[in-house]
């Protein structure tokens, strides 16, 4: 019974989000990224990394539908391994945010004093500076590798969380359900757990859509300048990058990486848009 | 007989950064098992935050309160517990006392399972059982809170503080957000309740009709303080403070014959913020003198009515 009314709200949510036709085809459309993106060695026609020195930035043919790069490679299959360490990037460095930034924006929402003014303090100084050189340097320091650039963007992006959930959580908690659970002898953890999070998560839940498409872009950057994905395995920036050295005399090398980083960040901004339609009560007819 | 509830000289005051604000301010009473006690006064006297201090759900300044004889003042966390299944409050505002996104049986059973010691099959039979009690269908069991009406919703609230079986309950305002049919129904099944389980309320309200209807004694706040306190019929028919006779006399009365005088109140509220020692009515008072610049005290006028006001028989006697 339980089950179904929950399945029930997600059809509700459902139902609300296919009128928006620009965040349904951006779904569907990301649907299809993180398909490609798991049976890429079943779709890609050839390898990622084999070069053939014959066919250096040989043009589009029937064998190689979008032609070969510099050493040979093809890039439709690059481009089609490429969306796992772009997608892995977007999705969880924003995961790893938007763990750390509930638990911390939840706490000192819901504690307020002087835990709240403690990692709010943090976070300001955190945030004085600059998020993409803080990636830059923590990933320098941890060392070139798709693991490290994505958890050094995963704990660039955290202030941004913890304060919409911070904010979230100060107007749910002086709803007076929170005192009626008190009054029913609620521990703390139940009501953060039951009680705040499901009520102050949903502007998060936007954030969370869109904040992937920006991590994969600031993640594509990160590979672009050498602190990413390491060759030969394929990634959109490090594509990106690689295509520059041949930029003017064959620009497609650059432009098909360019458009599928576009295509991803353009449909996760229009599935949070539509979700943040979708999840507010208010907009409900 | 020890009575149920015992309050002694209660006070709290919250900081604020003008001063201590005096949200209630030295207050006795006690009532007894089985009756209703009224508490009116106008928005700001205190009446919620004596409801609230007396669950702990704000913590007294100072003074004692007893429960069945004992000291439950400053409850040890494990005795606040038990105190709490005792103890129950039924809240304003049906529309945020109940979480968005908890179905009417989560919301029932919550109590059950904060409780524990019950199977889930048995706490489910409690819910419905509940349900039945306050009178919302078996169909809206799935329901969520913003699909029923403030009546069927401020019924959940009443279920809410049933389900465990307490002696005293704390009624903030239960129906003041609901219109006036649904108000009715509302009192009378608590009215009810209170028959069938021998339940003793405390009935915090703005609403003088609700307050005569459902009250045994009837207390009436000022800025913190008890001005006033008699039983029901005796505070109608014969107020003695300045302030319990205006507010009576807002009430609207159906005759044109017996034209009622009403007493308009001048001038604002005196803040709560560091009162001065005196009547705090006085600055709206038409009867005000010197010397209700002391301290006043609570007297008993005649058998169980009592009054804060130094000049009480002049006025009656005018």
Redesign the interface.
């Known amino acids: 019974?339980?089950k179904k009314?929950k399945q029930l709200r997600i059809f509700e949510i459902w139902r609300r989000l296919k009128k928006n036709r620009l965040a349904v085809v951006a779904f569907f459309i990301l649907i299809l990224l993180i398909l490609t993106a798991v049976f890429a060695p079943l779709l890609a026609p050839h390898s990622y990394s084999q070069q053939n020195a014959k066919l250096a930035n040989a043009p589009p043919s029937a064998r190689h539908p979008l032609g070969n790069d510099r050493l040979g490679r093809d890039i439709l299959s690059r481009l089609i391994y490429g969306a796992r360490q772009s997608l892995q990037m977007g999705i969880i460095a924003v995961a790893i945010a938007a763990t750390i930034g509930i638990a911390l924006g939840t706490v000192a929402g819901f504690y307020g004093g002087w835990v709240d003014n403690l990692s709010m303090r943090l976070l300001d100084i955190y945030q004085a500076i600059p998020m993409f050189l803080l990636c830059v340097s923590l990933a320098a320091v941890m060392g070139p590798s798709l693991h490290n650039a994505i958890i050094a963007l995963g704990i660039g992006i955290v202030p941004g969380y913890a304060r919409i959930m911070r904010a979230s959580v100060l107007t749910v908690r002086e709803?007076?359900?929170i005192?009626?659970?008190?009054?029913?002898?609620?521990s703390d953890a139940?009501i953060i757990l039951?009680?705040i999070v499901?009520?102050a998560i949903g502007p998060l839940i936007v954030q969370i859509t869109m904040g992937v498409g920006s991590c994969i872009l600031a993640g594509s950057a990160l590979s672009f300048i050498g602190l990413g994905v390491q060759p030969p395995v394929p990634e959109w920036g490090a594509m990106i990058s690689e295509a520059r050295k041949v930029m003017r005399e064959y620009p497609t090398h650059a432009l098909y990486p360019g458009l599928c980083v576009m295509i991803s960040v353009l449909a996760c901004n229009l599935l949070g848009d539509g979700l943040r339609d979708a999840l507010d009560?208010r907009l409900k007819n | 007989m020890t009575p149920l509830l015992e309050v002694r000289n209660l006070k709290k005051y919250f900081k604020t950064r003008a001063g201590l604000l005096h949200a209630v301010d030295g207050v006795y009473f006690s009532l007894d098992k089985g009756k209703t006690l009224g508490v009116v006064g106008e928005s700001g006297c205190g009446k919620t935050t004596l409801g609230?201090t007396l669950?702990h759900?704000t913590e007294p300044t100072d003074g004692q309160i007893f429960f069945e004889g004992r000291d439950i003042t400053n409850p040890a966390k494990k005795d606040?517990?038990r105190l709490?299944?005792d103890m129950?409050?039924i809240?304003?505002?049906p529309y945020?006392?109940?979480?968005?996104?908890?179905?009417v049986s989560e919301a029932i059973m919550?109590?059950l399972i904060?409780?524990g010691g019950m199977s889930k099959s048995e706490m489910l039979d409690r819910t419905r059982q509940l349900m039945d009690t306050v009178g919302i269908a078996a169909r809206f069991e799935?329901s969520y809170p913003?699909e029923l009406d403030g009546g069927r919703r401020q019924r959940i609230?009443i279920a809410?503080a049933l389900?465990?079986e307490p002696k005293f309950i704390v009624c903030d305002e239960p129906v003041s957000a609901l219109d006036v049919s649904i108000q009715a129904q509302t009192i009378n099944l608590m009215l009810d309740l209170q028959e069938e389980r021998g339940l003793t309320y405390m009935f915090v309200t703005h609403d003088l009709s609700v307050v005569k209807y459902i009250s045994d004694e009837i207390m009436v706040m000022y800025l913190g303080q008890v001005v006033e306190k008699a039983p029901a019929d005796e505070l109608f028919c014969n107020p003695r403070h300045p302030y319990s006779k205006a507010l009576l006399s807002a009430i609207p009365v159906l005759s044109i014959h017996n034209k009622k005088e009403r007493i308009l109140l001048r001038g604002e509220i005196t803040s709560p913020v560091n009162p001065k020692p005196g009547c705090r009515f006085m600055a709206r008072c038409d009867y005000a003198r010197k010397e209700c610049n002391r301290p006043q005290k609570l007297e008993e006028c005649s058998p169980g009515h009592f009054v804060l006001c130094c000049r009480y028989q002049e006025i009656t006697d005018k």
């Open positions: 019974m339980e009314r709803k007076e359900y005192e009626a659970a008190r009054a029913i002898n609620a139940r039951k009680h499901p009520n009560p | 609230r669950l759900l606040l517990r709490r299944e129950q409050i809240f304003q505002d945020s006392s109940l979480n968005p996104r908890m179905s919550e109590p904060l409780r799935n913003h609230g809410r389900a465990l």
